[in-house]
């Protein structure tokens, strides 16, 4: 899913980011446009004018290592 991180700059959202313990098949299964989430950068390229989130790692881990 993208996510605009503000006007004019998007990031990814891709789908193993998106929940510890779910498999999700696609992101509209959890978000809708219009959503306001709260997702961690985990890393950005200028170059590219992207950058990588996570929404499961806003959230607590319940398997902890």
């Known amino acids: 899913a993208y996510v605009e991180l503000k006007p004019g700059v998007d990031g990814l959202l891709r789908t193993n ?3 510890w313990t779910k498999r999700i098949r696609k992101p509209a299964d959890v978000v809708s446009v219009g959503d306001e989430i709260e997702v961690e950068v985990l890393n950005s390229s200028a170059a590219k004018r992207i950058a990588s989130l996570s929404l ?3 959230q607590e881990n319940p398997c902890p290592s």
């Open 17 to 19: 980011e998106i929940s």
């Open 56 to 58: 499961k790692r806003t």
